[in-house]
């Protein structure tokens, strides 16, 4: 018989969770949508086949036909039922389910962020659009800041997403200059809220992670060009501007202080996967040596590749985030070979919840439990002492996140 929670060697059930990847969501809008699809849009494939815009009915009812036979999907289901007190079944699952989040929405998902002590989350407010704010997201995760400024719940971070400002900018039709100048005071004006802590890039998504290194004359030119032709989404002169504004960014995160959050690996169906490999950014990486870029993902499903750039380069850390919860069954082997080369203070927990609120208590509970039996190997096989072993686990849960992003804890 498996052992209960609390025998096991490696104790990580009183951690505090930061969740350093994540979207914000609106309560009306999960409200709208069928609550007999809850249970797809919790999967790896649900979310995607939300997040990239499908509608095409014959998808989703093979997105529904293959959930009932995919591994994650089982255990939510069947985590969740004792959570909620139901049966194990779909049918019974998704009433009870459905009972508790319509009779009072935010209490109930405060409640699934407080069971698995999500003390802080960091939003990635470029999807969905239009932007959630952090304080519609923050009020719609049931916490309250009080007066005094207590904070019981889950506090809301950020980081800005550039691609959203770029799209702005072109709707415009504005000349290089004015272009450059307004991307600029974007990056400027979004450093004045202390609770920003990073920027965002998802160039992995237009045009590919293989960054180049374009003059300002080359930029001003490809400018001119990608204009001109009504702004192509190719790797042509769109990729130039593109590449130089993501280095701009990079000096942005240097003048303010902040992190950059870099989308690196698989995504949903709009990836460019022929060029969103770890080694494909490693250019980048090495021409920012000395400042911390964040691999959001951590190169998933490359992750050895985004391991070892994170074993020889001080400042690229590995978010989790996507890799789990979703790879479910494979995530313990993966998490060893990533706790093995890196050194753990860079490796950070993520969800990349996209959909629905439980993706934030399954991905908890699934990394701390998977934390607790890689980690107690660890110990078993006289790599780690316990406490090390616990000091790691609580550090990729929340402490190495909040130091990174110079976050609190409460
Ligand atoms: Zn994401």
Redesign the pocket.
Known sequence: MAPERRERMVDLSGSPVLDD?C?GFRVDDLLALDPLGWEDRLTMMGMCYLSSGQTDPRQAAQVRDLRDGTVFALTARRWLAGYLGSEATSSAVTEARTAAFTADPRAYVAALMAHQQIAAVIA?EG?PQPTVTRAEFERDLGTTVAADGTVQGARVYRVARIEPWIAELQERDLTWPEFEAGFEERLDEAAVDPLLVGYKSIIAYRTGLDVGRPSAAEAAGAYAEWRAAGWPKDRGPGKTVRDHLLRSTLRACRRHDRVMHLHVGGGDPDIVLAHVRPQDVFELLHDHMDQPIVLIHGGYPWMAEAAYIASILPFVYIDL?EFLPWASLGVDRELEMVLGAVPSGKVLYGS?E?SEPEVFWVSARLTREALERVLGAAVERDHLTLDEALRIGRGVLAANSARLHGIELP
Do not use: R
Request: zero cysteines; charged letters at 30%; hydrophobic letters at 30%.
């Open positions: 990847h979207h990635d999807f985030s990349d996209a």
